[in-house]
């Protein structure tokens, strides 16, 4: 077996020749953003492929969450997750709005409803939940609690590219919903997001606030940002949908394996799967519990001793990041069950070209003294 690291992601690339005639298309044109072409052909075929109504191509995906917060304009409190990447957060800081944590499941780590409506003040005007690793949130009951106290939800689902919940895009929940195609997703365009639209109008003003808030060459009607996707972006996205189906095909055979392998290693836990749920196995996530013969951290660095680069993803947890560790709803004591998911948990590596001989190597790891 070769030398060369492994890490917990390899971003999927189309053959270069396919993508060269495409490149070559923008070359000649001269036309390398402001939502040319590719961009145009590219919602439009998102469009169709997710079962989504409308969506807006972003540059990516913090981008695209900002300025869904900006479209929505949501002031006040916006409850969250603490177990998620910074990006989720950090949009609120950007938008002046004070992130509220709330802890998640146990079994999917999503956002926990039970523990939203305690969190409600006079000031919270919306929930953005994360499906975390792909799998779908308790959609009906968040947006039962929006509804009940007049919420709007928006949905941190850069990992949820494809994934339908009881046949339906789980896309079309929420007011919205934020896509990534950085280059470790499922789907990427090298670096990319979108933002899922219900209707034309909604879409209209996103697509304004990404131009500079533009609505033609002299008029500007809101200070927008400048999140458009460029054409060479669009150009990969549509070549990569070609493959993505064959893509995630390969990471359900590394799923299984995973789980048939870990199966004899005891103390691992790996998150089960909806039943409801079509998922992408966009990460594999497994928790090192206490009864394992090493802690989380020591499997980490045998593994990493050995070439194999996991992620404690998501470690340690956002709550406890200096710019939000004074807030009250951050003590790690008011989040038992993220605070133990981040001190458990290691994502192993997981993508369409992985080699199944590495995953027969990380288990051995495991199990050797």
């Not at 807030?327 to 133990?340: E, G, N």
Request: aromatic content about 8%.
């Amino acid at each position: 077996m070769s030398n060369k690291p492994i890490y917990v992601t390899q971003p999927f690339l189309p053959p270069l020749e396919e993508f060269l005639p495409l490149l070559k298309q923008v070359w000649d044109s001269k036309t390398l953003t402001n939502c040319g072409p590719f961009h145009q052909r590219l919602e439009a075929a998102l469009c169709e492929y997710l079962g989504v109504p409308y969506i807006s191509l972003f540059t990516n995906a913090t981008i695209a969450l900002v300025s869904a917060l900006q479209a929505l304009r949501v002031t006040g409190e916006v409850i969250t997750t603490p177990y998620t990447f910074v990006a989720t957060a950090h949009s609120l800081l950007w938008n002046g709005i004070k992130p509220v944590f709330v802890d998640v499941e146990p079994d999917s780590l999503n956002l926990d409803p039970a523990q939203i409506e305690a969190a409600i003040t006079p000031q919270t005007t919306a929930i953005m939940p994360i499906h975390c690793y792909g799998r779908p949130c308790n959609v009906a009951e968040i947006q039962r609690i929006a509804d009940t106290y007049n919420l709007r939800v928006i949905y941190d689902a850069a990992h949820a590219f494809g994934v339908r919940h009881h046949g339906q895009s789980v896309l079309n929940h929420g007011d919205l919903s934020v896509l990534s195609f950085h280059a470790t997703k499922v789907f990427n365009t090298f670096e990319g997001g979108a933002i899922i639209c219900p209707d034309a109008k909604t879409k209209k003003r996103i697509d304004h606030l990404k131009n500079f808030g533009f609505v033609d060459e002299t008029v500007v009607i809101a200070p927008g940002i400048n999140g458009k996707m460029s054409e060479f972006n669009a150009a990969l996205g549509l070549l990569q949908l070609e493959h993505v189906d064959a893509a995630i095909a390969k990471r359900r055979q590394l799923d299984q394996l995973y789980r048939e392998k870990l199966a004899a290693v005891p103390g691992i836990h790996c998150l089960a799967h909806d039943p409801d749920a079509q998922t992408n196995f966009s990460y594999f996530p497994i928790l090192v519990r206490p009864e394992h013969r090493c802690s989380r951290d020591a499997v980490y660095d045998k593994l990493k001793a050995h070439g194999i680069h996991p992620r404690r993803y998501f470690y340690p947890l956002v709550s406890s990041f200096p710019m939000y560790r004074g807030l009250p709803s951050a003590h790690r004591d008011h989040l038992p069950v993220a605070t133990a998911a981040a001190d458990q948990v290691l994502c192993l590596p997981i993508y369409p070209d992985l080699d199944p001989a590495v995953i027969d190597r990380i288990v051995a790891i495991m199990l050797a003294d």
